[in-house]
Structures are given as structure tokens and as C-alpha cells.
């Protein structure tokens, strides 16, 4: 069973950055694309940015296009997602997943397994 496990995430002021990591474990890494997405409080979760197996693509919501950056490093089993300029609108718990199939990589209803997630806050 794949299992993850967020870190990275905390208290930052506007403008600041974090990086937030990922690993999976319980399973053959390199065959699942990753996605990360948030959700603020009283909100749906969404996506913020996904990676395919082979990182040759990567897609980002427009809301964190040019600021956020994903990678991965299949040989340690975890995916990366560098935040930059952060702003108070990107508060909220951070989650990470797992997709095995060739779904859509924006939509939660395509990704396997989901991590507990990670909290990050940004102070105005």
C-alpha cells in the first residue's frame, strides 16, 4: 500500500519561500506522477502543481504559475514543490498524491493515494 508523507510546510511572512518534499514509500515510485494541492480553510482542495513519471511534464494552476516549481527525484522516492514570493492567499494544508493512471492531472478524482498533508501559513 503507498503510503506518503509531506514535510516542510510553516510559518512564513509574504514574500517569503518554502520548500515542501514528499515521500512515498509502499511502492514503485518512478511509476506514479505526483500532484500537489491545497486547501484553504471553508474551501475545496485544489490543484496546485503536478509532475509526470519521468518529470517531462509539469503543470501548474494558474494562481502559482511562475512562483511554484515541482520536481522529483525518483532514486530518493520524493517529489519536491519550491515555493517562491509567497502571498497570504496561498495559506492553507498542502497535500501531496499519487496517480498510476493517465487521468487528467488537475482533477483529485485522478490521483490514487494522498499524503495527511502539511500546513503552510503566510503572514501578510
Known amino acids: 500500500q503507498v503510503h506518503l508523507v509531506e514535510s516542510g510546510g510553516g510559518l512564513v511572512q509574504a514574500g517569503g519561500s518554502l520548500r515542501l518534499s514528499c515521500a512515498l514509500s509502499?511502492?514503485?515510485?518512478?511509476?506514479?506522477?505526483m500532484g500537489w494541492f491545497r486547501q484553504a480553510p471553508g474551501k475545496e482542495r485544489e490543484f496546485a502543481a503536478g509532475?509526470?513519471?519521468?518529470?517531462?511534464?509539469?503543470y501548474y494552476a494558474d494562481s502559482v504559475k511562475g512562483r511554484f516549481s515541482i520536481s522529483r527525484d525518483n532514486n530518493k522516492n520524493t517529489v519536491y514543490l519550491q515555493m517562491v514570493s509567497l502571498k497570504p492567499a496561498d495559506t492553507g494544508v498542502y497535500y501531496c498524491?499519487?496517480?498510476?493512471?493517465?487521468?487528467?492531472?488537475?482533477?483529485?478524482?485522478?490521483?490514487?493515494?494522498w499524503g495527511q498533508g502539511t500546513q503552510v501559513t503566510v503572514s501578510s
Open positions: 509502499g511502492g514503485a515510485f518512478s511509476s506514479y506522477a
Open positions: 509532475i509526470s513519471r519521468s518529470s517531462v511534464n509539469t
Open positions: 498524491a499519487a496517480r498510476s493512471g493517465i487521468q487528467h492531472p488537475m482533477r483529485p478524482g485522478s490521483y490514487d493515494s
